[in-house]
């Protein structure tokens, strides 16, 4: 084969290769343009749990303005993020994990330029990690576990000024209706305890009942007839029952009545009788009785008594509160006593705003500021774990303090309950989240069981 033959025939060969090659240098030069113009995303996520702050998978994740997903990653272990190789342009980042809830952002990413989304805290959603309860969508009030082991709970809907209201049990797994018919009438339940062997329900309205056979019969309770509710109930060391009654003006702001039995409910007597209402009776490891009151006038206090509900005397609190109310009061494993406030924002008058926790360390005698914060929307409830961590719910958040007192970190949402949220029934937590009951193991409430739930509900 002559020169001028091959060379004649391999031309055309020629041409194809270099009209490819062409294509082939344009696609990779506008990939690598593409590449050099290119912009990143930078951030770091932060949670309140320090220790093992990223048990599970948390995504970063980038959307394009009409959703479409443009790119993606996971957190590392340190809780950082970087997406490379993205397109100038605007977009939205959200952060993601089973437990947390979502944060979306708006960002731009520019050429040659690294975006830096910064420090990004990262909630938890802690209804998410709970099993929630099939219950209707009440608002509820009390949660209760009765000695038979039933649980109880009261809730109740308010519309066109005319509330109705629910008793629920659950027994053997199944939430049903309880028709208390003495209740007829009555625009709430309240309060749920048991005492002795009986469990006792208390109304707004109708003062209270009492089941002597586990909720198959109930009796009315029979009162003064000025006493029209039961917002609290207890039974102590002595075995009497005390109650924390609603006196005075129907509906209005009300007298609040320490009613005390000493026959198992048969008969009720008048202890003490103040012009504030009564929120919440404890009883102490000591033997001492407390209450915590609500008031209109700026003077919601604690009172005492060392013979079982007979006499009661005046805690000492900060003279310069003034205190809308004082809602929960529990006592730690050390001893030390801790009650949280009713926040008077919503309130006329010059009432102490924000949450405050009072601490006594005498048994309840006296008390001083523990913890402030303006932006907290009061403290309504109180717990204190195995770790001897303490949780509050603010109105809508559960806080959590690791170090008493010192650093306080937001452990996760749960939307607004009514008046409390949390309900510590021994190895069981209720949280009310909305109007739903949500039912967690209590070690969940700490860093290494909710980091262990975290884990176990990918």
Same mark, same amino acid.
């Given at each position: 084969?002559? &020169?001028?033959?091959? #060379? $004649?025939?391999? /031309?055309?060969?020629?041409?194809?290769?270099?009209?490819?090659?062409? $294509? =082939?240098?344009?696609?990779?030069?506008? !990939?690598? !343009?593409?590449?050099?113009?290119?912009?990143?995303?930078?951030?770091?996520?932060?949670?309140?749990?320090?220790?093992?702050?990223?048990?599970? !998978?948390?995504?970063?994740?980038?959307?394009?303005?009409?959703?479409?997903?443009? #790119?993606?990653?996971?957190?590392?272990?340190?809780?950082?993020?970087?997406? %490379?190789?993205?397109?100038?342009?605007?977009?939205?980042?959200?952060?993601?994990?089973?437990? $947390?809830?979502?944060? !979306?952002? %708006?960002?731009?990413? $520019?050429?040659?330029?690294?975006?830096?989304?910064?420090? =990004?805290?990262?909630?938890?959603?802690?209804?998410?990690?709970?099993?929630?309860?099939?219950? +209707?969508?009440?608002?509820?009030?009390?949660?209760?576990?009765?000695?038979?082991?039933?649980?109880?709970?009261?809730?109740?809907?308010?519309?066109?000024?005319?509330?109705?209201?629910?008793?629920?049990?659950?027994?053997?797994?199944?939430?049903?209706? =309880?028709?208390? +018919?003495? @209740?007829?009438?009555?625009?709430?339940?309240?309060?749920?305890?048991? /005492?002795?062997?009986? /469990?006792?329900?208390?109304? %707004?309205?109708?003062?209270? =009942?009492?089941?002597?056979?586990?909720?198959?019969?109930?009796?009315?309770?029979?009162?003064?007839?000025?006493?029209?509710?039961?917002?609290?109930?207890?039974?102590?060391?002595?075995?009497?029952?005390?109650?924390?009654?609603?006196?005075?003006?129907?509906?209005?702001?009300?007298?609040?009545?320490?009613?005390? *039995?000493?026959d198992e409910g048969a008969s009720w007597h008048r202890k003490i009788e103040?012009? &504030?209402?009564?929120?919440?009776?404890?009883?102490?490891?000591?033997?001492?009785?407390?209450?915590?009151?609500?008031?209109?006038?700026?003077? #919601?206090?604690?009172?005492?008594?060392? &013979?079982?509900?007979?006499?009661?005397?005046?805690?000492?609190?900060?003279?310069?509160?003034?205190?809308?109310?004082?809602?929960?009061?529990?006592?730690?494993?050390?001893?030390?006593?801790?009650?949280?406030?009713?926040?008077?924002s919503n309130w006329k008058g010059d009432f102490t705003k924000g949450g405050?926790?009072?601490?006594?360390?005498?048994?309840?005698?006296?008390?001083?500021?523990?913890?402030?914060n303006s932006k907290w929307r009061g403290v309504n409830a109180l717990f204190?774990?195995?770790?001897?961590?303490?949780?509050?719910?603010?109105?809508?958040?559960?806080?959590?303090?690791?170090?008493?007192?010192?650093?306080?970190?937001?452990?996760?949402?749960?939307?607004?309950?009514?008046?409390?949220?949390?309900?510590?029934?021994?190895?069981?937590?209720?949280?009310?989240?909305?109007? *739903?009951?949500?039912?967690?193991? *209590?070690?969940? @409430?700490?860093?290494?069981?909710?980091?262990?739930?975290?884990?176990?509900?990918?």
């Amino acid at each position: 084969m002559s &020169d001028k033959y091959l #060379a $004649f025939t391999l /031309l055309p060969l020629g041409i194809v290769l270099t009209i490819t090659s062409l $294509f =082939v240098f344009a696609i990779g030069w506008d !990939k690598l !343009k593409g590449y050099l113009e290119s912009g990143s995303v930078n951030g770091q996520v932060v949670t309140s749990l320090a220790d093992s702050p990223f048990p599970i !998978k948390v995504n970063a994740a980038l959307h394009e303005l009409d959703g479409s997903l443009f #790119a993606d990653t996971n957190i590392t272990s340190d809780g950082h993020f970087e997406l %490379a190789e993205i397109t100038p342009g605007d977009y939205q980042i959200s952060i993601s994990g089973n437990g $947390f809830r979502t944060l !979306k952002k %708006a960002i731009s990413v $520019f050429p040659k330029r690294s975006t830096e989304v910064g420090s =990004v805290p990262l909630q938890f959603d802690v209804l998410m990690l709970g099993e929630k309860e099939n219950v +209707p969508s009440y608002r509820y009030a009390a949660i209760h576990k009765s000695k038979d082991g039933n649980l109880w709970a009261l809730g109740f809907q308010s519309k066109d000024n005319h509330s109705t209201y629910k008793v629920l049990r659950k027994r053997s797994g199944v939430w049903n209706e =309880v028709i208390i +018919p003495q @209740f007829k009438g009555a625009i709430q339940a309240i309060s749920v305890n048991s /005492l002795g062997n009986s /469990l006792l329900i208390g109304s %707004a309205g109708n003062g209270a =009942v009492l089941s002597r056979n586990n909720g198959q019969s109930w009796e009315q309770l029979e009162f003064d007839n000025d006493i029209w509710g039961a917002k609290d109930s207890a039974e102590l060391p002595d075995k009497s029952w005390v109650i924390a009654a609603v006196g005075g003006k129907r509906y209005q702001y009300s007298t609040g009545v320490i009613l005390k *039995s000493n026959d198992e409910g048969a008969s009720w007597h008048r202890k003490i009788e103040i012009e &504030d209402s009564i929120n919440k009776i404890l009883v102490l490891s000591s033997g001492r009785v407390l209450f915590s009151t609500a008031s209109p006038k700026n003077r #919601a206090n604690i009172y005492y008594s060392d &013979d079982y509900g007979e006499s009661w005397d005046v805690a000492t609190i900060p003279e310069d509160y003034k205190l809308r109310g004082i809602s929960d009061i529990i006592e730690t494993q050390d001893g030390i006593l801790y009650a949280g406030n009713i926040d008077g924002s919503n309130w006329k008058g010059d009432f102490t705003k924000g949450g405050v926790i009072l601490q006594s360390q005498d048994n309840g005698l006296s008390w001083t500021e523990f913890y402030s914060n303006s932006k907290w929307r009061g403290v309504n409830a109180l717990f204190e774990n195995d770790e001897k961590h303490l949780f509050v719910w603010n109105g809508a958040d559960i806080n959590v303090t690791f170090d008493r007192g010192s650093e306080w970190s937001n452990f996760g949402q749960t939307g607004a309950g009514y008046k409390r949220t949390l309900f510590d029934q021994g190895e069981e937590l209720y949280v009310i989240g909305g109007q *739903s009951i949500y039912r967690f193991d *209590s070690s969940v @409430f700490s860093p290494v069981g909710f980091n262990k739930r975290l884990k176990s509900a990918q």
